[in-house]
């Protein structure tokens, strides 16, 4: 059985989705996001000061530790995904690559890069990460998620293939995809969607059959 979505347009496309939802969902999302791990290190930090706690002290430090590093991870990922920093024409491949690979440890997924090495623009780069992140939320199980690029004709085409036991393509997705304002379901797969609608100003588009959701953007030149 296979669904499919085609969504197409930039931000003044979507026109059942106010920018203030948008970015409403996309903080919502952001803060759930970095909220465990932040807690996570509060939550080290006080059985590191309970005195009746001293023989956990080293699974206090790991979790302190482990956690920063999750929390510092997301917030770099986040600042080039959806921040102005990423205010420059161009990234370079290389960075736009590990930012990828430090979300990936902390998910289910594999990674797979199959694009090439070089500067690309920065709404390719940003369409590239935020594709990776669908793709990772696609395989709840765990599974594969190749990433691939090529230029055609100027433009750049992105396609990231999902391949998993239960890989899924949630409602929520398709509908961020399409433009539409969210309907039931979790926001957090929503807004990363509707938001990577609104930044590629080409065609976004998503398939799914049999334990795999393929994922593919244009980027005109």
Same mark, same amino acid.
């Given at each position: 059985?296979?669904?499919? $979505? =085609?969504?197409?347009?930039?931000?003044?496309?979507?026109?059942?989705?106010?920018?203030?939802? !948008?970015?409403?969902?996309?903080?919502?999302? #952001?803060?759930?996001? *970095?909220?465990?791990?932040?807690?996570?290190?509060?939550?080290?930090?006080? #059985?590191?000061? &309970?005195?009746?706690?001293?023989?956990?002290?080293?699974?206090?430090?790991?979790?302190?530790?482990?956690?920063?590093?999750?929390?510092?991870?997301?917030? $770099? *990922?986040?600042? %080039? =995904?959806?921040?102005?920093? =990423?205010?420059?024409?161009? #990234?370079?491949?290389?960075?736009?690559?590990?930012?990828?690979?430090? !979300?990936?440890?902390?998910?289910?997924?594999?990674?797979?890069?199959?694009?090439?090495?070089?500067?690309?623009?920065?709404? @390719?780069?940003? @369409?590239?990460?935020? !594709?990776?992140?669908?793709?990772?939320?696609?395989?709840?199980?765990?599974?594969? =998620?190749?990433?691939?690029?090529?230029?055609?004709?100027?433009? +750049?085409?992105?396609? +990231?293939?999902?391949?998993?036991?239960?890989?899924?393509?949630?409602?929520?997705?398709?509908?961020? !995809?399409?433009?539409?304002?969210?309907?039931?379901?979790?926001?957090?797969?929503?807004?990363?969607?509707?938001? #990577?609608?609104? %930044?590629?100003?080409? /065609?976004?588009?998503?398939? /799914?059959? &049999?334990?795999?959701?393929? *994922?593919?953007?244009? %980027?005109?030149?």
């Amino acid at each position: 059985m296979t669904s499919s $979505t =085609a969504a197409r347009g930039a931000l003044s496309d979507l026109e059942s989705v106010a920018p203030a939802e !948008l970015a409403s969902r996309l903080a919502s999302k #952001l803060c759930h996001d *970095f909220i465990s791990p932040a807690g996570a290190i509060v939550s080290g930090l006080d #059985l590191l000061n &309970d005195p009746a706690a001293t023989d956990m002290r080293e699974d206090a430090m790991s979790l302190i530790d482990q956690s920063a590093r999750k929390l510092v991870d997301l917030l $770099t *990922f986040a600042r %080039i =995904a959806y921040g102005a920093s =990423a205010g420059a024409a161009e #990234l370079d491949g290389a960075e736009v690559e590990a930012l990828v690979r430090r !979300l990936y440890a902390h998910s289910k997924a594999q990674l797979e890069w199959a694009v090439p090495a070089g500067a690309m623009p920065r709404a @390719a780069a940003q @369409a590239l990460l935020n !594709l990776a992140q669908l793709a990772a939320g696609a395989l709840p199980l765990g599974g594969s =998620a190749r990433m691939s690029l090529e230029v055609e004709g100027g433009g +750049v085409r992105i396609e +990231v293939v999902a391949a998993g036991p239960k890989a899924r393509l949630h409602a929520e997705v398709r509908e961020g !995809l399409e433009g539409r304002a969210q309907g039931d379901g979790l926001p957090g797969r929503w807004a990363p969607a509707a938001y #990577l609608r609104a %930044i590629v100003a080409g /065609a976004v588009e998503a398939e /799914a059959a &049999d334990d795999r959701v393929t *994922f593919r953007a244009t %980027i005109p030149a």
